[in-house]
């Protein structure tokens, strides 16, 4: 299984000759103006060959982005939940659609088999596996879930799929509430802060109570172009990390948590910069 991180929510899974593409964000920006895409994401592989599949997690824009979806082959078949209401829109673009029914395993062939589970908010997650490998992408709902949706979403994932290998978990938010309101005597950098210290520790409870092989921080990758947003670009980003935190809080896990960049690659348990 070879994994490689595109940019902001998109990973690009190969396993066993199949290409499956996550959340696919690009192609301008989204939420009116005010979201970037930073880093640039590397999406040279994603056009080198069409990929056979295209995962979209939900409706928010950052992950079903129909300016970016409109530049992808449409001999892609797209994988989107029997819960969501996406498959008409995904079909306008010209994409056949395969709705999939929550938390039942369909089979990718080749011995590859998905899962998608709702979680919170109108979103899904998605777990691949190979039999040998499991890869679960947690997307950018379960560290802003209510702590019980959060308690039975871990606890199903562990008794039917163990260990994964591999965990990307979101540590953003698409509301900056309440930095989205005027209040006197607020510090927007502070609220910020402490918005994003939240998260984290959120993130690292995720991967703590997983156990994964490796956690990957993502879905987080943008920068705010909106006046009213700029000062927040540092203190969301580079304040403080979530993988700083897990290492600090739990220093004897031996699951190894990394920041990646667009064009890092996980493949037989190693990373690598391509």
Not at 243 to 260: A, G, H, Q, R, W
């Amino acid at each position: 299984m070879r994994v490689e991180f595109i940019g902001h929510a998109s990973i690009l899974v190969e396993v066993r000759g199949m290409k499956i593409l996550s959340d696919p964000w690009w192609r301008g920006p989204c939420f009116g103006a005010q979201w970037w895409n930073y880093p640039n994401p590397v999406t040279d592989q994603v056009y080198k060959h069409p990929v056979d599949f295209i995962y979209i997690s939900h409706g928010h824009h950052d992950h079903c982005h129909p300016g970016t979806l409109a530049t992808l082959d449409r001999s892609s078949k797209v994988i989107v939940s029997s819960t969501l209401d996406l498959k008409p829109v995904i079909e306008d673009l010209g994409f056949e659609v395969i709705e999939v029914h929550p938390e039942q395993p369909f089979d990718l062939g080749n011995g590859v088999k998905i899962w998608l589970w709702p979680t919170y908010g109108g979103d899904t997650l998605l777990v691949i596996s190979d039999g040998e490998q499991t890869c679960i992408n947690l997307n950018d709902a379960i560290h802003t879930a209510p702590a019980r949706i959060q308690e039975r979403v871990i606890e199903n994932l562990k008794q039917q799929f163990g260990r994964p290998d591999y965990i990307f978990c979101g540590y953003g938010t698409a509301s900056h509430f309440p930095n989205c309101y005027f209040v006197p005597g607020k510090n927007p950098s502070l609220t910020a802060r402490r918005r994003q210290q939240y998260f984290n520790r959120c993130w690292s409870d995720i991967i703590h109570r997983l156990q994964p092989r490796w956690g990957f921080p993502f879905a987080a990758s943008v920068v705010f172009l909106e006046d009213d947003l700029l000062s927040l670009n540092e203190d969301i980003h580079n304040y403080e990390r979530p993988t700083d935190v897990f290492k600090n809080e739990y220093p004897l896990d031996d699951t190894k948590v990394l920041d990646i960049a667009p064009g890092f690659v996980i493949e037989d348990q190693q990373v690598i910069f391509e």
